[in-house]
């Protein structure tokens, strides 16, 4: 066997113990709750209370005697049809509330608690749960009101036509739905639910990122017809219950009151029964036909009012107002000062906008209109402007076709190759305009508010922790950190190159102010090296990366060393990477630690 395939299975032998012992590692209820769990606990809430919400609408249509007459003909349909519009008007309301990334970045600059923060990060995972109720509760009031169509045709009554949709009995339910306002809003609302659901899975929005932002825009076609659907004047309501109980009987047309000798002889030549005592006052509201009340007037019915409006219009006017502001916001220029290509595909964008402030760990929106008018794309700031340096870095993983077209473009106007740098070239190029949204909180903002804190990033989730480390070189901000552990997986040697002088300098110059233990660095090498090649190869001959382990890290004894130098204190813990290694870190950190130590998990994902 070759030293290769010799260090291949012992790789594969150390992997296997670790996720056995990942596995085999006890949860605790406690850390379970602070690293995640409390998104749970608010999904169980928000779910029993759409639960109530449709019990309250279903029982409120199957017992409010305004819509008596109404039951008779559709029965169940009605209740399931309206408590699933309840549902859905309530989550199309909340459903915006998580994407006013303004509104959210003010919030979460603020002092306030790291809950009330994990909060508002998890505002992707509060969309998705609201687009599902939405789905779900479509569904059900798409087929309850196919029965109730049917039900329209095979109920006909001719004693009520306001109350009837179809004009006759036997008449295609098709018909009915294709002929009124609600069925073809109903309709194209399906048809737009769907494209907007079927182009949110990851694989579309990996592959064809454009096709889910451009689909994305038709809520605004879905929110013109929700308000819209019920214009129609479908469901009808009794709006003088006072003078019409339900189910009473009708007199046909006044007439002259008869002597009560001929009026007693008229029923005995009828056969009729002696009559009962009539009841001129009103009844109780009851849904059981009631024959021996006698109403004074016959039924009179009126359109139900939509309450759609009511839900909506608070956070769309609150979205609209944060969508223009950062139209606006946006619309300022960009220049490009420096753009360098980097191994493994990597570029390195550094901009300048005029007033632009950011933390370490916040992330902006960035478009070229040469590629997309409507894309926008998440990149991590990896170096933020100071007052001597105004300008920021972006880091760019080419992958998927916008990264593709933008390095494409970019090595077309500087007319350079992979691996080189330009600098100061506006006046002689013309390059693709951007524009930056932004910036945005994440939870990677959080490191400098730990007293001791664990960044570990995989690959190109470096980019977070780059603008740390860049911060404590530039020592541009004050904060409680004392000690920072920085663990960096790669697949390939060549990305450690991206920021190799930057933590070479920055373990150089702890060295020097006699601070060596502040900055903990452990950097892997995934893939085993090849065979005959050089290592460390001679561009890492740095003394912080001749340390370069090979093969993935065992996070247990990493996570168990850190508690056992840093006892009784909170520590927190930042991932950015691969799925897989986010879950390892996040089931060690549910564990139960010793020493009264509490690992605070925290996940950076872009929403």
């Known amino acids: 066997m070759s030293r290769q395939q010799q260090q291949g299975s012992m790789h594969q032998r150390q992997n296997a113990s670790n996720s056995r012992q990942i596995r085999k590692s006890r949860v605790s209820i406690c850390s379970w709750l602070r690293n995640g769990g409390f998104k749970y606990i608010f999904a169980t809430i928000w779910l029993a209370l759409n639960a109530g919400i449709f019990c309250w609408s279903f029982y409120l249509y199957k017992l409010d005697v305004r819509y008596h007459y109404?039951?008779?003909m559709i029965g169940m349909g009605l209740y399931l049809s309206r408590g699933s519009a309840s549902v859905i008007n309530v989550n199309a309301a909340v459903i915006l509330l998580p994407m006013c990334r303004s509104i959210f970045a003010i919030f979460r600059s603020k002092h306030m608690h790291r809950s009330t923060r994990r909060l508002f990060d998890s505002a992707k995972f509060i969309h998705i749960l609201c687009a599902l109720l939405i789905c779900i509760a479509t569904a059900i009031h798409c087929v309850a009101h196919f029965f109730n169509a049917f039900n329209f045709s095979r109920q006909y009554n001719s004693e009520f036509p306001d109350v009837?949709?179809?004009q006759y009995r036997g008449q295609s339910p098709c018909w009915i739905i294709f002929s009124t306002v609600p069925g073809v809003t109903g309709c194209v609302m399906v048809v737009t639910l769907t494209a907007i659901v079927l182009t949110s899975c990851r694989a579309v929005r990996t592959s064809r990122h454009e096709l889910f932002?451009?689909?994305?825009?038709l809520f605004f076609l879905f929110y013109a017809l929700l308000v819209s659907h019920s214009l129609g004047g479908v469901l009808k309501e009794q709006c003088n219950v006072a003078v019409h109980s339900p189910g009473c009987i009708?007199?046909?047309?006044?007439?002259?009151?008869?002597?009560?000798e001929t009026y007693l002889l008229m029923r005995e030549y009828r056969g009729l029964q002696p009559e009962p005592e009539i009841n001129m006052i009103d009844s109780e509201p009851d849904d059981v036909v009631n024959q021996t009340t006698v109403c004074i007037e016959?039924?009179?019915?009126?359109?139900?009012?939509s309450e759609t409006w009511c839900f909506i219009l608070i956070p769309a006017c609150l979205y609209l107002i944060e969508r223009l502001w950062r139209?606006?916001?946006?619309?300022?220029?960009?220049?490009?000062?420096?753009?360098?290509?980097h191994p493994c595909d990597v570029i390195e964008l550094e901009l300048m906008q005029d007033d632009f402030s950011a933390k370490p760990g916040q992330y902006v929106l960035l478009q070229c209109p040469h590629i997309s008018q409507l894309e926008w794309h998440p990149f991590t700031i990896t170096s933020c402007p100071t007052k001597s340096k105004p300008t920021f870095k972006l880091h760019i993983r080419v992958r998927g076709d916008w990264t593709v077209a933008l390095q494409e473009d970019l090595l077309k106007s500087s007319g350079t190759m992979k691996d080189s740098k330009v600098k100061d070239f506006q006046e002689t190029l013309e390059l693709p305009r951007f524009y930056v949204d932004g910036p945005y909180g994440s939870p990677s903002e959080d490191v400098f508010r730990y007293r001791t804190s664990v960044c570990i990033a995989g690959g190109v989730g470096v980019t977070p922790y780059a603008a740390v480390l860049q911060a404590l070189l530039d020592e541009s901000r004050k904060s409680k950190l004392r000690r920072l552990y920085f663990i960096w997986v790669c697949r390939d040697w060549e990305c450690f190159i991206w920021f190799a002088e930057l933590i070479s300098t920055l373990h150089k110059k702890l060295w020097d102010s006699n601070r060596p233990d502040f900055l903990v660095v452990r950097l892997y090498l995934s893939k085993p090296s090849k065979s005959g090649e050089e290592w460390p190869p001679p561009v890492l001959q740095q003394p912080v990366f001749s340390r370069i382990e090979q093969g993935r890290p065992n996070f247990k004894e990493l996570l168990d060393e850190v508690t056992l130098c840093n006892s009784g204190s909170d520590i927190g813990v930042f991932v950015c990477g691969?799925?897989?290694?986010?879950?390892?870190?996040?089931?060690?950190?549910?564990?139960?630690?010793?020493?009264?130590t509490k690992l605070h998990f925290n996940k950076e994902t872009f929403s």
Do not use: G, W
């Open 70 to 72: 109404l039951r008779q």
């Open 327 to 341: 139209a606006i916001r946006s619309r300022q220029p960009v220049d490009v000062i420096s753009i360098r290509m």
């Open 164 to 166: 009837n949709v179809a």
């Open 298 to 305: 016959k039924p009179v019915f009126r359109s139900h009012q």
């Open 250 to 260: 009708t007199l046909p047309e006044p007439m002259a009151e008869p002597e009560p």
């Open 213 to 217: 932002r451009y689909s994305h825009q």
């Open 578 to 596: 691969p799925r897989k290694l986010s879950q390892k870190v996040h089931r060690l950190c549910n564990a139960r630690q010793k020493n009264k």
